[in-house]
């Protein structure tokens, strides 16, 4: 465990060795929230609902998917193809670690960089524009919604090991990282609520593992009445991509040529 | 019994053969064609606890692919691998507690922060007993004269303190076996000769393996009573250094300086040197003369361009 712990903080002091960067990210993730927010506000602000969001609710889905973003989608997985191709995994495969728990670690680390900057961004946003967000009091409600988070996070995870793991057998890691985000932002349901979808669409995205990314955890933090087979179905997909990720791992590894070191 | 063993190990690789040119490339996206390259075909070695053998061959000969085999980063195409009774591949924690590899310029400490975090997370990572990781780092920090630099980014450090830096990080946790591949590649000669000094020291009171390849003769020389030459995959010669001479190199030099003062040399085939010697002590007014072997760095190096 004191293994993994070091990581964990030794990944935090690299952060903070590039001070500009880490200020500029935080910026970054300030204009994440502000450009959906005029966006909406130019459509809602004077008032009316749009599939049933009104100005009110549609804030709160945004200032909820972005501390959801901040703590789900977080990750230093996502170098995992870039690290197979430039051989830079060869420095964590050599030392006596579980592989996935040393990247889980790294991703943790991330998740509390952004956790801890979101305290300070969140209120200065609330503070400047006061948007109208709704507060969950429920204490069970919260529960689910921390655990549904959780596994939203593994999800995540997992399907960043699966397109990592492609650098074992291509170079060409970018193009699919890059189509994976841009499916991110849609079937997240990141740029907006996935419910203004048709009915058809979204039992179709229901079927994928994305939505229990951000979209369904926040439907379960509001209240939601299916929460429990949303969370059945966030532990299935867990399930499967955890078995999926660690037989392509395995099968990436045979393959693995430690170039360039 | 042997730390290590290799037996009948062959790894080989595929690779995509580029067509020439644009309308190749095009080609090649439709219709790519593959081929397998042969990095290491049919070795096999073994190596005894305390020995430090020198693995040397020109580039691509295979040296640094054994040593990733050997270290469980790659998997054989067949043949098996032994190091300390473990299937390298396995990856056991107990064996990669008791390895350890060193690779040239290739950094594997924390490049923003200092050596001196790089090494407290291998105390964690390699679960080394606090006054054993003191002592340990206490010692190889002064053998390598390292002290002034610990609490310096990595980054900023030369080429030759990153070195030293890299091998007190290999060697904290007392590995049983040492794979060093290039470890004085691109360092300035006062660099090299302090490096290999302290491998030197190091083999000297450990009794661990050591496997090391090197393109500077001068290492091996130094420091390898035993040596095994490869040459595209294939083992040329394994055994000791001294060896190699009368294996490979079928001429001795014959030194003679005239009563004038002038020095003249003759490279003569092994079976003529007494007919050879005996015409020049008879034609020439020779003072004094030398016969001695060609120098090994000689022979090795046209051993590599014969292949």
């Known amino acids: 465990m004191k293994k993994y712990l070091s990581i964990f903080s030794i990944t935090l002091q690299e952060y ?28 809602l602000g004077g008032g009316g609902d749009i599939y049933g969001y009104d100005f009110g609710s549609i804030m709160t889905y945004l200032f909820g998917t972005t501390i959801l973003r901040s703590l789900v989608m977080g990750s230093r997985t996502v170098d995992l193809g ?131 990314l951000l979209f369904i955890p926040l439907r379960i933090y509001l209240g939601s009445s299916e929460t429990m087979v949303y969370l059945l179905g966030q532990l299935v997909w867990v399930t499967i991509l955890s078995l999926l990720s ?7 590894l045979l393959r693995y040529e430690a170039e360039g070191r | 019994m042997s730390v290590i063993s290799v037996d009948h190990l062959t790894k080989s690789y595929q690779t995509q053969k580029k067509r020439e040119g644009l309308s190749g490339s095009l080609r090649d996206l439709i219709n790519p064609i593959y081929e397998d390259k042969t990095a290491v075909n049919d070795i096999s070695f073994s190596i005894d606890p305390g020995e430090l053998v020198g693995f040397i061959g020109p580039n691509g000969a295979g040296k640094t692919t054994t040593l990733k085999t050997l270290s ?66 206490d010692t190889l920090v002064e053998m390598l004269d390292l002290g002034s630099v610990l609490g310096v980014q990595v980054r900023k450090l030369s080429l030759g303190q990153r070195m030293k830096a890299e091998l007190v990080a290999a060697l904290l946790h007392d590995p049983k076996v040492l794979f060093l591949d290039e470890p004085t590649i691109g360092l300035d000669v006062t660099m090299q000769s302090q490096v290999r000094k302290f491998i030197k020291t190091y083999n000297e009171s450990h009794d661990g393996a050591i496997m090391l ?95």
């Not at chain 1, 200020?23 to 005029?38: E, G």
């Not at chain 1, 990141?190 to 994928?208: E, G, H, I, R, V």
């Not at chain 1, 660690?246 to 990436?252: E, L, V």
Request: glycine share 4%; net charge positive.
């Open chain 1, 16 to 43: 903070f060795v590039y001070r500009l960067n880490m200020f500029m990210w935080r910026v970054r993730q300030i204009f994440v929230f502000l450009l959906p927010y005029f966006l909406w506000r130019a459509v």
């Open chain 1, 82 to 212: 870039w690290m197979i191709n430039s051989g830079l995994l060869t420095i964590p495969l050599m030392r006596p670690l579980n592989m996935f728990r040393f990247l889980l670690t790294r991703d943790a680390a991330d998740k509390l960089f952004n956790l801890s900057f979101m305290f300070i961004e969140i209120p200065l946003i609330f503070l400047v524009f006061k948007p109208p967000v709704f507060l969950q009091t429920d204490l069970l409600i919260l529960l689910y919604a921390v655990c549904s988070t959780l596994l939203a996070i593994l999800i995540y995870f997992y399907i960043n090991i699966i397109f990592g793991s492609l650098g074992f057998w291509t170079r060409d890691v970018w193009a699919p990282r890059f189509l994976l985000m841009v499916i991110l932002e849609f079937a997240t349901g990141a740029m907006f609520p996935l419910d203004m979808l048709s009915n058809l669409w979204q039992k179709a995205l229901l079927w994928t593992p994305f939505p229990y």
């Open chain 1, 246 to 252: 660690r037989y392509i791992w395995k099968r990436g």
């Open chain 2, 72 to 137: 469980g980063l790659l998997y054989p195409t067949s043949g098996s691998v032994s190091v300390l009774g473990h299937n390298p591949w396995d990856r056991k924690n107990t064996f990669l507690r008791s390895i350890s590899l060193v690779m040239g310029q290739k950094n594997q400490l924390w490049w923003d922060l200092p050596a001196s975090e790089s090494f407290a997370l291998n105390r964690d990572i390699y679960d080394i007993p606090e006054s054993t990781y003191k002592r340990n780092l």
């Open chain 2, 213 to 307: 390849t090197s393109h500077y003769m001068a290492d091996v020389v130094e420091l390898c009573k035993r040596v095994i030459i490869i040459s595209e995959g294939s083992i040329l010669y394994d055994g000791a250094l001294s060896g190699v001479i009368s294996k490979f190199s079928s001429h001795k030099i014959v030194e003679v300086i005239l009563e004038d003062g002038t020095t003249k040399t003759y490279k003569v085939l092994r079976s003529k040197i007494a007919e050879r010697t005996s015409k020049i002590l008879h034609d020439l007014p020779v003072s004094d003369i030398n016969i001695k072997e060609v120098a090994i760095e000689e022979i090795i190096q046209q051993v590599f361009a014969k292949k």
